[in-house]
């Protein structure tokens, strides 16, 4: 089944502990992409991915790293976790750019305390 | 002001009436998506668009790069239409910024 398969789907962690959020697709996709998701706010792009080792900045990348060395895989990075990070993350694959439709990860819960 | 505007924020409707709900944009874009988010929470692309009017099944899209304006139409509503619907453009090319909406939640009553 075509998909982009997100780990873990919950998570609270401590003020200070580095984290891994993980994002796998299996469509041979270029474009990979991660969101956050704040009530009031709605979704907001922090990285995006065009191929393997480009990575570029999306609105709100303070706090974020990436990674894309393999195709299939772009996981999110937060090298110190603070409270304002708390969210929903969502990780998303294209084809290529924006130009055509989006398959969404289900989703991770961060909580940060 | 938000670059991405959507209206109205939330939308009730009773089962087979027909649902408009607007997006306008204030910057150059090269597309804009609409978006569904069930109530579980799971996000699903509807359309893409960089011109016209799009179909697909009960739902249509319509873009007016112009007056920089897209809308979509749920026709014949049924309860399991009951979601978020997002609106979110892609900035100009050279740039893969996606900006979005803060979305419309609808509810359709039986």
């Known amino acids: 089944e075509a998909q982009v398969t997100q780990n873990p789907r919950y998570l609270i962690t401590v003020t200070g502990k580095k984290l891994t959020v993980t994002c796998s697709q299996n469509?041979?996709?270029?474009?990979m992409s991660w969101y956050r998701q704040d009530p009031g706010l709605g979704l907001r792009q922090i990285y995006y991915?065009?191929?393997?080792?480009?990575?570029d900045k999306g609105d709100v990348p303070e706090g974020y790293k990436v990674s894309r060395k393999e195709k299939r895989n772009f996981p999110l990075i937060l090298e110190s976790p603070s409270p304002n990070q708390t969210s929903l993350y969502f990780c998303?694959?294209?084809?290529?750019?924006?130009?055509?439709?989006?398959?969404f990860g289900s989703g991770t819960r961060l909580t940060v305390v | 002001k938000n670059e991405v505007e959507q209206s109205p924020q939330n939308l009730t409707a009773q089962e087979g009436e027909f649902i408009t709900i607007n997006c306008s944009y204030s910057?150059?874009?090269?597309?804009l998506h609409w978006l569904q988010q069930h109530p579980g929470g799971g996000i699903v692309s509807l359309f893409m668009?960089?011109?016209g009017k799009k179909k697909h099944g009960r739902l249509i899209a319509t873009i007016n790069i112009q007056e920089k304006h897209s809308s979509l139409h749920i026709t014949a509503s049924h309860p399991r239409d009951s979601a978020v619907y997002i609106c979110?453009?892609?900035?100009?090319?050279?740039?893969?910024?996606?900006?979005f909406g803060t979305g419309t939640r609808l509810q359709v009553f039986p």
């Open positions: 991915s065009m191929n393997v080792e480009v990575t």
């Open positions: 910057v150059g874009i090269s597309a």
């Open positions: 469509m041979n996709h270029e474009y």
């Open positions: 998303a694959s294209s084809p290529w750019t924006g130009t055509y439709g989006y398959t």
């Open positions: 979110a453009v892609l900035l100009r090319p050279n740039t893969d910024k996606l900006i």
């Open positions: 668009l960089s011109s």
